[in-house]
Every structure is written in C-alpha cells, then in structure tokens.
C-alpha cells in the first residue's frame, strides 16, 4: 500500500477506481433502501420506526470507521512525516463529522417514539455526541494554524488522543446501563455468528452499510485529489512570487 503513498500514484489508483465506487455505492444504497424502506416488513415491537436503522446505524458505523482511517493516516503523518497522509486525515474528518451528525439527527428521531424523549445522557448518545466534538475540534485546529505543517502535527495529536473515544462508543452498552440494545448484527452464540435480525431486515442493512462505506471512500479519494491539486497550486505560485 506504501506505493500508493505517491501523489501521482494515488491519484492514478483514484481515477481507476472511482467509477466502480460510484456504481457500487449507487447500486448497493440504492436497492438497500428500497428494501428497508418498501420490502422489508416493520418490527414486531417498534413498528414503522425500525426504518431509520437504515440509515442510522450505517452513519454510526461511519462515524467510527472513519476516525479509525484519521487515526491510522495521523500516526503515519506524525511519524514518517507524509504529506499525503496529513492530507487523508484532514480529508476524511468533514466527512466523519457528517455521518455522525445524521447519526445523532437520526438517533434523536428513532429515540422519540422508543424512549420518548430525543435526547438522553446515555452513554453511547453521549460518547457519540463527544466523536461529533473531536471532530469539528479537529477541523478548527487545521483552520486555526496557518503553518501547514505545525497545523499537521497539532491535529495528529488531537486526534490520537482521542481515539480512545472509539472503543468507548463501541463498548458502552456493555460496560454501562445504557438505553441502546447490544450487538444484533456481529454477535456470536456458541462461537459462531448468530445475527438476531430476521433476513428480511439484515441484508437491506449490509447493503446500506458497505453502500455507503464505499459513498464514504469515494468522496474521501476525491477530497484528497482536491488537496494534492490545491497543494500543487500553492505550490506553483509561491515559486512564481519567489521567481
């Protein structure tokens, strides 16, 4: 993978696979919401409501996978200094921030008529709401540091200290009394993967999720395209004042 660590080599990569992105993002979240919408039946206990799951829980996955890639692309920025894995960190964080504001939007929605009220302290809301914080505090850093490179730095920082919010988020309905129900989808009885959602509702739900994983890598390979372009551009004209 280091290969594609070349902006031209990446960006070679990027317009090879961005169509078959688009396709299957398309395809995927398109018949995924179809089905969850119009084919899947309603829940015995939470009726016509069960349908935000669609959206809801593909966003929470999202919302976590993605500070998973700005963690993992800030430790290689730190430590090996690369440009382009500074520019994925800061690329993927508006793009996080927006799956877990629907996913809050989205769970406020879904909390009304199953727990009546939108908002409670429950720890996964809370520890959801706090990934929304790191979040925009991450992108204020980078607007906040005019030197590229310390505003890099600063930011890897921030965001590796709060990775430690992930498995918080993950693992709150089983460390606390929490108003979320536990794992449905990867969970396992006697060693082996027992999802407790009827079919009928488990493949609309995959489909949306991976659906909208590959939404969220293709817009992510296009704003890193952006800033390696406005990089360059920055570039071309400080030699051009310089010369």
């Given amino acids: ?69 700005m963690f993992a692309a800030s430790v290689v920025g730190l430590v090996w200094r690369h440009p382009l894995a500074d520019a994925a960190a800061k690329e993927a964080a508006p793009i996080g921030a927006c799956f877990t504001a629907i996913c809050l939007v989205t769970g406020s929605l879904w909390g ?37 490179q310390k505003a ?25 009394n929490s108003l979320h129900q536990g794992p449905s989808v990867v969970r396992f009885e006697n060693g082996a993967l027992a999802p407790a959602i009827d079919p009928s509702m488990l493949w609309p739900l995959l489909a949306m999720a991976v659906g909208s994983t590959l939404l969220a890598i293709a817009v992510l390979f296009v704003r890193i395209g952006t800033e390696i372009g406005r990089r360059r551009l920055a570039t071309l004209m400080a030699q051009q004042a310089a010369g």
């Fill in 112 to 148: 009304r008529p199953m727990w009546g009220t939108y908002w409670a302290w429950d720890p996964r809301l809370t520890s959801e709401l706090v990934l929304l914080i790191l979040y925009l505090g991450y992108m204020a850093l980078w607007a906040a540091i005019e030197d590229r």
């Fill in 1 to 69: 993978m280091l290969r594609y660590a070349n902006p031209k080599r990446f960006l070679d990569l990027s317009a090879a696979v961005l169509p078959w992105l688009w396709l299957g993002a398309a395809g995927l979240m398109g018949w995924g919401l179809w089905a969850g919408l119009f084919a899947s039946p309603p829940d015995y206990q939470q009726s016509e409501s069960v349908r935000i799951m669609y959206v809801h829980v593909p966003s929470a996955w999202l919302s976590m996978f993605l500070y998973g890639v």
């Fill in 152 to 176: 890099a730095r600063s930011a890897a920082v921030l965001c590796i200290v709060g990775v430690i919010n992930i498995p918080i988020i993950h693992f709150s309905v089983e460390w606390w």
